[in-house]
């Protein structure tokens, strides 16, 4: 039963990992750009429903109303001010800018909170667990965590699908120069995923905190899970991303259960092994889908 478990909670931990990668595999498959700021703006997110948690008592979800706005907003802000002007200079160029967001981001957070790790109280949702039969049981948080991934990714995806700006991403994805000669204003498009992206990386973010310790320097790592669920997935298949954080997980909890020190390795050596046998992923797209 213990491999069973292991298997179990690795489905689990890969439901937060697509949550976290879902914002990073929008971006790339509207813009074809990798946000490299995308762990540290989780982290930012984390911090800030910890800042509202301070400032006023209220349930601890009740901050995700103020939080994901707000980033909402610093998303649109953020392609609108930069990475617009960016993209205009190639496709190096809004990697690096990216680059330079994440590092001002991460030491003003250091800059405001210090180095020392903090974490967002849940109270007894933290800590309870659901029996399964047979000696098994999960975490209730990492069951809300894994429905709230899936769902977010289901979320977006039929607004791609089915709404008239979704489409309207959809096709200045597949060609720009075709949907701005269709009245499609690129900018505002692109600033419109970039606005959703983020909100979902503060969804993610906030979750994060709420699951375990965080740091300013935790959305390096952030962004690594968030980047190998992607590739793994296959890049710009929202569905592929959601398969890429449950392979990783699993490969995460599987190699623990084999050795506590092999677990994360256990992960990256899945991701090298996808990209030498299957480089466009398990479930590659042409465009986002």
Request: proline content about 3%; glycine content about 12%; some cysteine.
């Amino acid at each position: 039963m213990e491999w069973v478990n292991a298997v179990i909670q690795g489905i689990l931990l890969g439901g937060q990992y697509a949550l976290l990668a879902c914002g990073l595999s929008l971006i790339f498959g509207v813009m074809r750009i990798v946000n490299l700021a995308h762990g540290v703006l989780a982290v930012a997110a984390a911090y800030a429903a910890y800042w509202v948690l301070q400032q006023v008592d209220i349930p601890p979800f009740a901050a995700l109303v103020v939080v994901i706005p707000v980033f909402a907003l610093v998303g649109y802000v953020l392609q609108r001010g930069l990475f617009n002007f960016a993209l205009a200079h190639g496709e190096l160029s809004p990697l690096m800018v990216s680059f330079g967001v994440a590092v001002i981001a991460a030491n003003l957070l250091q800059e405001q909170f210090s180095a020392n790790s903090r974490s967002i109280q849940i109270g007894s949702l933290g800590t309870d667990s659901v029996a399964l039969g047979g000696g098994l049981a999960v975490g209730t948080f990492s069951v809300l965590t894994f429905a709230v991934g899936v769902a977010v990714i289901g979320a977006v995806q039929v607004f791609l699908a089915r709404t008239r700006t979704g489409r309207a991403m959809r096709a200045t994805s597949d060609d720009p120069d075709a949907a701005t000669l269709m009245g499609i204003d690129n900018r505002h498009v692109y600033a419109l995923a970039t606005a959703i992206a983020i909100a979902t990386v503060a969804l993610a973010g906030v979750f994060l905190g709420m699951s375990t310790q965080f740091s300013p320097t935790y959305g390096d790592m952030v962004l690594i899970f968030a980047f190998e669920a992607v590739i793994i997935g296959g890049l710009g298949s929202l569905w592929g991303t959601l398969v890429g954080g449950l392979v990783l997980g699993v490969a995460q909890t599987i190699g623990a259960q084999v050795d506590p020190a092999y677990g994360i390795l256990a992960g990256h050596l899945v991701f090298l092994a996808v990209l030498l046998l299957r480089p466009s992923g398990l479930m590659p797209k042409v465009a986002i889908a």
